[in-house]
């Protein structure tokens, strides 16, 4: 799942965006709303965290603007502005939950994780291939029934194969959904990840190189 953080003070930002990808997030940042609405034209993010208060003003009318015009990205607003007049404010004028600071992380990232089920693509609380099966809502995943330890990198992954099962998934679709602008292209990062994935999935395996093409997550012999 992808993520744009909108928030200005520069030590927060890398504090939440480390604590968001920790939380197996993508995270791309902005530290106002003009680079903002830049990252949203030319992104599909599934949620937003948006601090209130930036060196353009309050995202509010931006964000209001938006709603009106039909966007339906799921907003946690994550601000100082905390009385129950702004609170009420911030949910009438667009955003779906509100934050004050400070906030404890492991709260934030769990608030992150349920807007993102809202997000127009809205997965399913379970996503099963075979004998493995994604509670989406927990963040777990079992195959026969046995707990994987996966990394945030290797959920994300999975998440996005299991969505599109029997589908082919290619190298630049994961990366554009499960690694933020800071990942090389050129790199070698998600075939790094495919192979931990297939040695934690185990056996028979289930994800499957076409190549020239990317991967696919199937119960059947894959092609080649």
Known sequence: MRVLLVEDDDDLREVIAAGLRDGGF???????????????????????????????GDTLAPLEGRRRAGWSVPVLCLTALDSLDERVRGLESGADDYLAKPFAMR?????????????????????????????????????????????????????????????????????????????????NVVDAVIAGLRRKLGSPGLVHTVRGRGFLLSAEPGPC
């Open 26 to 56: 993508a995270v791309d940042c902005a530290a106002d709303w003009p680079e903002a609405d830049v990252a949203l034209h030319l992104t599909a993010y599934d949620c937003v965290v948006l601090d209130r208060m930036v060196p353009s």
């Open 107 to 187: 709260e934030l990232v769990l608030r992150v994780r349920g807007l993102s089920r809202r997000a127009p693509d809205r997965l399913p609380t379970f996503l099963t291939c075979a004998d493995v099966v994604m509670d989406v809502s927990r963040h777990e995943v079992r195959r026969g029934g046995v707990l994987l330890s996966l990394s945030p990198k290797e959920y994300a992954v999975l998440q996005q194969l299991l969505v599109h099962r029997d589908a082919v998934v290619t190298r630049t679709g994961l990366l554009e959904h499960c690694w933020d602008e800071m990942a090389d292209p050129v790199s």
